[in-house]
């Protein structure tokens, strides 16, 4: 039995805004790379191009497999968009690592994490390929770069942003954003937003709550974020949205590790401030006996922390920010 499809979005070997047409939202498929059956791995991108040509803005979601808040955002934002008042370009990429995402786990199909390996490798491997590929067939094509992630598997986040806080540009986009914690980073990383600013893109990373699940709440403050930006970048006529509550700014931060294993209970929730000396965990073995407790080494705020109790030594506890003091 042969089965009709109505799909007709083209598809393409390479990203070019110039052959969107204006005033419209046109969705594609980008042949990237072919699986060992000789199928193509295609990665899907919307395009809403305006009838004024103007900035080029690229939203990215899924490098890891497991991260789905983000595709939520990128699509409603095409949703609430009209191209014809639009000035200038979006370009959404609701789902980069593909293969990861229908296997339902976090990293590419050789193991390897895709944020740590960008730009990649023309001549590489099966990953350094891959994100290779997506840096020259897709990266390359933006003005400015959104990358939305989420906390791992085992892990929760706070709504917050990694971004290099020394750079105008960059740190408008920020602060626009309404998240609840900013974190300077500089981004020499290997990661997606390291490489885009390397090649002269303004790029933040927004983190987008939890993994495996839909989030409304998080997906609708990323979409309002957005929204912010677009009007900043005078790309859409609109009002910017304060924050509900000041975002906290963290000059640097670091994640505390467990030295032994057991079963742990993390206490405080994200965004509480805490204080040096303060118990943030405790530790259990098997038969439930106490081990040990582990205490705040710094005043800080909680980004986001691990929910799976167990833990093996050199399990991380949670994720320390460390506030910026004016």
Same mark, same amino acid.
């Given at each position: 039995?042969?089965?009709?499809?109505?799909?007709?979005?083209?598809?393409i070997?390479?990203?070019?805004?110039?052959?969107?047409p204006?005033?419209k939202?046109?969705?594609?498929?980008?042949?990237?790379?072919?699986?060992?059956?000789?199928?193509?791995?295609?990665?899907?991108?919307?395009?809403?191009?305006?009838?004024?040509?103007? $900035?080029?803005?690229?939203?990215?979601?899924?490098?890891?497999?497991?991260?789905?808040?983000?595709?939520?955002?990128?699509?409603?934002?095409?949703?609430?968009?009209?191209?014809?008042?639009?000035?200038?370009?979006?370009?959404?990429?609701?789902?980069?690592?593909?293969?990861?995402?229908?296997?339902?786990?976090?990293?590419?199909?050789?193991?390897?994490?895709?944020?740590?390996?960008?730009?990649?490798?023309?001549?590489?491997?099966?990953?350094?390929?891959?994100?290779?590929?997506?840096?020259?067939?897709?990266?390359?094509?933006?003005?400015?770069?959104?990358?939305?992630?989420?906390?791992?598997?085992?892990?929760?986040n706070?709504?917050?942003?990694?971004?290099?806080?020394?750079e105008?540009?960059?740190?408008?986009?920020?602060?626009?954003?309404?998240?609840?914690?900013?974190?300077?980073?500089?981004?020499?990383?290997?990661t997606?937003?390291?490489?885009?600013?390397?090649?002269?893109?303004?790029?933040?990373?927004?983190?987008?709550?939890?993994?495996?699940?839909?989030? $409304?709440g998080m997906?609708?403050?990323?979409?309002?974020g957005?929204?912010?930006?677009?009007?900043?970048?005078?790309?859409?006529?609109?009002?910017?949205?304060?924050?509900?509550?000041?975002t906290?700014?963290?000059?640097?931060s670091?994640?505390?590790?467990?030295?032994?294993?057991?079963?742990?209970?993390?206490?405080?929730?994200?965004?509480?401030?805490?204080? $040096?000396?303060?118990?943030?965990?405790?530790?259990?073995?098997?038969?439930?006996?106490?081990? $040990?407790?582990?205490?705040?080494?710094?005043?800080?705020?909680?980004?986001?922390?691990?929910?799976?109790?167990?833990?093996?030594?050199?399990?991380?506890?949670?994720?320390?920010?460390?506030?910026?003091?004016?």
């Open positions: 039995m042969l089965f009709e499809t109505k799909n007709t979005d083209q598809v070997r390479k990203l070019n805004i110039d052959d969107a204006k005033g939202i046109t969705h594609y498929w980008l042949h990237l790379a072919t699986d060992g059956m000789g199928v193509p791995i295609r990665v899907p991108i919307m395009v809403a191009r305006g009838l004024k040509d103007g $900035k080029v803005l690229g939203l990215t979601a899924a490098v890891h497999g497991n991260e789905l808040n983000g595709i939520l955002v990128i699509q409603r934002l095409f949703k609430e968009i009209d191209p014809e008042q639009l000035t200038g370009t979006i370009v959404g990429v609701p789902v980069i690592n593909v293969p990861s995402l229908l296997r339902k786990k976090r990293r590419f199909i050789d193991g390897t994490d895709l944020n740590h390996i960008m730009p990649g490798r023309q001549d590489g491997n099966v990953s350094q390929v891959y994100a290779w590929r997506v840096v020259n067939y897709i990266l390359k094509e933006f003005n400015y770069l959104v990358d939305l992630h989420t906390a791992s598997n085992g892990r929760m706070s709504y917050y942003i990694r971004a290099n806080m020394e105008k540009a960059v740190r408008d986009m920020a602060m626009l954003q309404n998240a609840q914690i900013i974190v300077h980073n500089p981004p020499s990383d290997g997606l937003r390291g490489t885009a600013e390397e090649l002269g893109i303004h790029a933040l990373t927004l983190e987008v709550g939890n993994p495996n699940t839909f989030q $409304k997906i609708r403050d990323g979409l309002t957005l929204h912010n930006i677009l009007a900043h970048l005078d790309m859409i006529d609109g009002e910017l949205e304060e924050p509900d509550e000041p906290v700014l963290c000059e640097r670091y994640w505390i590790y467990a030295d032994t294993g057991g079963i742990i209970t993390v206490h405080p929730k994200a965004t509480q401030l805490i204080k $040096k000396g303060e118990v943030i965990a405790t530790m259990r073995d098997i038969f439930g006996r106490f081990i $040990k407790e582990y205490i705040a080494p710094d005043d800080g705020i909680i980004i986001g922390k691990s929910v799976n109790p167990i833990a093996q030594t050199g399990a991380r506890i949670l994720h320390l920010g460390i506030v910026k003091t004016v």
